[in-house]
């Protein structure tokens, strides 16, 4: 169950990193 929360919370990571990146134009 903590490797799956933890999975999450890097995947939900991930994509709030990335989506970001896009808004502010740096990659």
């Avoid at 999450?8 to 808004?23: C, D, Q």
Wanted: proline share 0%.
């Amino acid at each position: 169950a903590v490797a799956m929360a933890m999975a999450v919370a890097m995947a939900l990571f991930r994509n709030s990193t990335a989506t970001l990146h896009k808004a502010t134009g740096l990659e």
